[in-house]
């Protein structure tokens, strides 16, 4: 059997201590040390032990293989493997990303071909838009205002298609305001397109990786501005008829924060959520482990000045001795802010969903949702769904030299909570988890259970991931379960589930993938889920995107992306795995990024845009 050693070299058919003798005398013998050429070596030595061929958490090697040489690079030297990089020089930086893409493919490199010839005012209908994450401050993922519906559905086609530049991921979800798509990427380019034809409107630059959906909201002067955060912990604020950046504030300086979920916009005030990716060099026996907090910021929409910054975990992280190496260990820590926050006007309250916690203790506050006061960020109360759940990357290694001395499972929260109205003078607030779990709360009531009901098996990337819809009776639950496909099983699934009670209304089993084989391809359905009346939208890791009735979970409609696109940009592209981000409607037409990999899915780099086609639009 594989053997992990304590080096962190994964070997077969070698005992661990006789694995590392062998890779040491390999070093010495070939003069390595001193012309670190082979970036095989390097990666054995630096990489293996977190990205084995069933990692979870990180892409495998052969998913690392159709990335791009830039992003493995950018990875290692300004990204969530800065630590790893840190300790390597540049030219075995440089060997890592040669031995991970052997063969680099050229692609397109000028963001502003297909420029429109002509641009129209920006002018803003709410009817028909889909801004920022949920499309509404509840944070529903349900558009009733569309002109789609279950009749014409089976009738989508490709309008047009759009190849994200220098990108081998597509992280943003389109949001479509004011006849225009917005959307992020992974070399920190934001784009505004025109809706209709795909054609560029204009580009910004922001420092690093923009995941974030953008939201649109008006800026004062009878202009509109664009918002969104990025993987450095920088919020922008940039003119939305122009890309002029208005502001730009870094919310949080610690040096793995970060923004994934979109601000929320809710009368001239941003709702920030802050995450961060400390839990990865926690896997280094010698970082001080950890100081990291999950918070929620408001902003003055129109400067970016700061009102109030609440923290996820009140509690200052402090000095709590030293870790198996000796090296100073820091808690409490953790409880990240990944998904958007959640509104609710009634109460004047914001709901977030937080992560879990990174060392001992394990603050009472991770994988929980928690209520703060909209004006004052004070906290009103929390609910915690899974108690002494403490995990990073550490845990993963043979000594656990930052592992929680009780690790748990991992099962933080992905997801926004979904604020509903149930119409009987009751609402509930539901939230999705990594468990499997789908809770039932009651906003009212400080946060009180109502019913929980388990739609997936799940695990540390298994479960509920990134986000369910909620229409005006049920909540629409994807399943990811990913780690089944490794023991012969079929990850995914889509559930129905009745807000008031929990009852399961019908569950529709995963599609066997057509991709087998393909590394990154999988059954398991990871990204946000979207509803529109009659029907419920949810793209798989095989590239598929379907629409189901929302009677019976029957597919009436699927697009597999799966293959190159011509696209009006004349940029190279073609299709990958669905996580993260869902598609977006607006009007008569469906938006949707493909090629989500940074969770070992099968990379891709195109925005298409469905329409009717009986219609034309």
Not at 186 to 191: A, E, L
Not at 295 to 305: C, M, P, Q, T, Y
Not at 365 to 388: I, N
Not at 609 to 617: D, L, P, S
Request: proline share 6%.
């Amino acid at each position: 059997m594989d053997e992990t050693t304590d080096c962190g070299i994964l070997v077969p058919n070698m005992r661990p201590s006789t694995a590392c003798f062998a890779v040491s005398v390999f070093l010495t013998s070939t003069g390595f040390a001193q012309s670190p050429s082979n970036g095989e070596m390097v990666f054995l030595a630096k990489c293996a032990m977190c990205h084995t061929p069933n990692a979870d958490h990180v892409p495998s090697p052969a998913a690392l293989s159709h990335m791009s040489r830039g992003s493995i690079l950018a990875s290692l030297e300004s990204g969530r493997m800065r630590i790893q990089g840190d300790g390597l020089t540049f030219a075995e930086r440089q060997a890592v990303a040669a031995y991970l893409v052997p063969k680099e493919t050229a692609t397109v490199e000028e963001p502003a071909a297909n420029r429109c010839t002509a641009v129209k005012a920006f002018t803003v209908d709410d009817a028909v838009a889909w801004n920022g994450w949920g499309v509404d401050v509840a944070n529903t993922r349900y558009q009733p205002r569309t002109t789609l519906n279950s009749s014409n559905v089976p009738q989508l086609k490709l309008k047009w298609a759009f190849g994200i530049p220098r990108a081998d991921t597509a992280y943003g979800q389109p949001v479509v305001v004011g006849g225009r798509v917005f959307f992020g990427s992974s070399d920190g380019t934001v784009y505004s397109l025109d809706a209709a034809t795909g054609c560029t409107i204009w580009t910004f630059k922001a420092d690093t990786v923009v995941r974030s959906a953008i939201s649109i909201a008006p800026n004062g002067s009878k202009k509109y501005a664009a918002y969104f955060g990025d993987t450095a912990a920088n919020v922008y604020g940039v003119d939305a008829a122009t890309g002029a950046q208005l502001w730009k504030v870094r919310v949080d300086d610690h040096g793995f924060a970060r923004i994934t979920g979109a601000p929320k916009l809710y009368q001239d005030r941003l709702y920030v959520p802050v995450s961060s990716v400390e839990e990865v060099p926690a896997g280094d026996p010698k970082y001080a482990c950890c100081t990291f907090r999950g918070s929620v910021v408001a902003l003055d929409a129109k400067s970016g000045k700061q009102i109030w910054k609440s923290y996820t975990i009140p509690e200052k992280p402090d000095l709590r001795g030293k870790n198996k190496n000796g090296v100073d260990r820091f808690g409490p820590a953790g409880a990240a802010v990944w998904s958007s926050p959640t509104i609710d006007v009634k109460n004047r309250s914001v709901y977030i969903a937080t992560g879990d916690a990174y060392v001992d203790p394990v603050a009472k506050t991770s994988d929980a949702v928690l209520a703060f006061d909209l004006d004052t960020g004070a906290m009103r109360w929390a609910q915690q769904l899974t108690s002494e759940d403490g995990w990073n990357f550490s845990c993963g290694r043979p000594d656990k030299p930052n592992c929680p001395d009780k690790s748990g499972p991992d099962f933080d929260f992905g997801s926004s909570p979904i604020l509903r109205d149930l119409g009987d003078g009751h609402r509930v607030l539901l939230a999705g988890q990594k468990s499997g779990m789908m809770h039932a709360l009651d906003p009212d009531h400080e946060g009180k259970v109502l019913w929980q009901t388990r739609a997936g098996k799940g695990s540390s990337l298994g479960g509920i991931m990134w986000g369910s819809a909620a229409d005006d009776s049920n909540v629409y639950v994807a399943v990811a379960d990913g780690f089944l496909a490794r023991t012969g099983g079929l990850p995914g699934g889509l559930f129905a589930i009745r807000s008031g009670t929990g009852d399961v209304v019908w569950h529709a089993e995963p599609k066997k993938p057509a991709c087998a084989g393909t590394p990154g391809c999988s059954s398991a359905q990871l990204a946000a889920v979207t509803a529109i009346p009659g029907i419920v939208f949810s793209g798989a890791m095989d590239g598929h995107l379907r629409a189901y009735s929302t009677k019976d979970g029957s597919v009436v409609w699927d697009f597999d992306t799966l293959h190159d696109f011509d696209t009006v940009n004349g940029v190279k592209a073609h299709g990958g795995s669905f996580s993260g981000s869902g598609p977006t409607v607006s009007g008569g037409m469906l938006f949707v990024a493909s090629g989500y990999a940074s969770l070992g899915g099968m990379p891709g780099n195109v925005v298409l845009a469905f329409e009717n086609a009986a219609t034309g639009r």
